[in-house]
């Protein structure tokens, strides 16, 4: 028995969608507009030709580059009639085979209604504006925007031509390795991160503002042209740009960061990042009484927010974000033990050396010299 096998471009159904809508004034769905194409015999047996890449190009080239890309409908195709009853994806139905990163062009005149899959979304904005819809709120998304979707979460980008938007997908267990080595555990905006995006049953987005950092663009460029590719060096290629990719983007958005809570906290339009930023940076002398009154929050309210958040109490999370900043004073410099418990925040040497042979079980001149010798980095202490 014969297996069909369908193939056609990101343009063709691009241009399929916009062509029914002006024709009907009716919005499709992904898998709906491929099995228009399929039944109007737009559909081909064979892989279309890889569309032509340069380097550094701009971004109109770039969507027309976009717009040659390869799509494999044989797995997306069954779902063309059960899609509107239950619009959840699952990653056999939209990876290619091989594939753990897949870059696709957002489509004009898509169905609004929200949808969930199984595996992250990253949106990057390179032109216009559009509208994302989430768990029932509304955000614009303007150029230099990039979204970071958690899985199970409902949503969609419904958007207008004149508008390019670039979504990469990536696998649950690639973005869980990749992501998870990104972030720093000192970095209290990277424990957000995790928590946010990982929290069993919260749907959740995270929207940084990159600013159409050029690097960015180039790497975007880059990765979307591996994920076209199909040689055996295709995937690992386009996992290690989308690792370079993602920290460029964190590091342009520096604080330009937007978490949705989709539980939420009593204050909806309360921006808990302000709270690790401000822990972060004065992390040495900051107390429980003194951040309750910066943000006008009872200190009972803001450990309650604390560790819902971060999941320990704020004494623990001073603790280890000084004790981090201890190690890497002791594995860095040759500052004395008592000039590093001044500097991390501690008025007693005795008190800093007790902490740190709890949380490290030697002293500090003790994890210093073992550590040295063995020429390894010290491992932080996690959140």
């Given at each position: 028995?014969?297996?069909?096998?369908?193939?056609?471009?990101?343009?063709?159904?691009?241009?399929?969608?916009?062509?029914?809508?002006?024709?009907?004034?009716?919005?499709?769905?992904?898998?709906?507009?491929?099995?228009?194409?399929?039944?109007?015999?737009?559909?081909?047996?064979?892989?279309?030709?890889?569309?032509?890449?340069?380097?550094?190009?701009?971004?109109?080239?770039?969507?027309?580059?976009?717009?040659?890309?390869?799509?494999?409908?044989?797995?997306?195709?069954?779902?063309?009639?059960?899609?509107?009853?239950?619009?959840?994806?699952?990653?056999?139905?939209?990876?290619?085979?091989?594939?753990?990163?897949?870059?696709?062009?957002?489509?004009?005149?898509?169905?609004?209604?929200?949808?969930?899959?199984?595996?992250?979304?990253?949106?990057?904005?390179?032109?216009?504006?559009?509208?994302?819809?989430?768990?029932?709120?509304?955000?614009?998304?303007?150029?230099?925007?990039?979204?970071?979707?958690?899985?199970?979460?409902?949503?969609?980008?419904?958007?207008?031509?004149?508008?390019?938007?670039?979504?990469?997908?990536?696998?649950?267990?690639?973005?869980?390795?990749?992501?998870?080595?990104?972030?720093?555990?000192?970095?209290?905006?990277s424990i957000f991160f995790r928590n946010s995006l990982y929290e069993p049953r919260r749907a959740n987005y995270i929207l940084l503002k990159t600013g159409?950092?050029?690097?960015?663009?180039?790497?975007?460029?880059?990765?979307?042209?591996?994920?076209?590719?199909?040689?055996?060096?295709?995937?690992?290629?386009?996992s290690s740009l989308l690792n370079l990719y993602l920290s460029r983007s964190l590091r342009a958005a520096n604080d330009a960061v937007t978490f949705y809570h989709f539980e939420g906290y009593s204050d909806r339009d309360f921006d808990f990042t302000l709270v690790l930023q401000y822990i972060q940076q004065n992390y040495r002398t900051v107390t429980l009484s003194t951040l309750a009154k910066t943000f006008h929050f009872s200190e009972t309210y803001l450990s309650k927010l604390i560790r819902k958040n971060l999941n320990q109490s704020f004494t623990d999370v001073l603790r280890t974000l000084k004790m981090n900043h201890a190690m890497e004073f002791l594995m860095n410099t040759s500052l004395k033990v008592s000039e590093i418990a001044d500097a991390v925040g501690y008025d007693s040497v005795d008190h800093f050396s007790r902490t740190f042979r709890k949380v490290y079980g030697s002293s500090p001149q003790e994890y210093k010299k073992q550590h040295q010798n063995r020429g390894t980095p010290a491992k932080e202490e996690r959140l």
């Open positions: 028995m014969s297996v069909n096998k369908y193939y056609t471009t990101v343009g063709a159904i691009y241009d399929f969608l916009v062509e029914m809508h002006r024709k009907t004034g009716r919005c499709y769905s992904f898998p709906e507009a491929l099995d228009g194409l399929r039944v109007a015999k737009g559909l081909s047996a064979t892989p279309p030709p890889a569309p032509p890449f340069y380097s550094t190009i701009d971004i109109d080239s770039f969507e027309k580059f976009i717009r040659g890309m390869c799509i494999y409908a044989d797995p997306i195709l069954p779902q063309a009639h059960t899609y509107m009853q239950d619009p959840t994806i699952e990653e056999q139905g939209i990876f290619p085979p091989g594939k753990d990163v897949f870059c696709i062009l957002n489509m004009p005149y898509m169905v609004e209604t929200p949808h969930s899959h199984q595996f992250f979304e990253l949106t990057h904005v390179l032109k216009g504006n559009c509208t994302f819809l989430f768990e029932g709120e509304t955000a614009t998304l303007t150029a230099g925007d990039f979204c970071i979707v958690s899985p199970e979460a409902k949503h969609s980008l419904p958007l207008e031509p004149g508008c390019l938007a670039l979504s990469i997908m990536v696998r649950r267990s690639t973005f869980d390795s990749m992501f998870d080595n990104l972030l720093t555990q000192k970095d209290l905006l159409n950092d050029p690097l960015i663009f180039q790497t975007l460029q880059n990765l979307a042209y591996e994920c076209n590719m199909t040689d055996r060096y295709s995937n690992e290629c386009a």
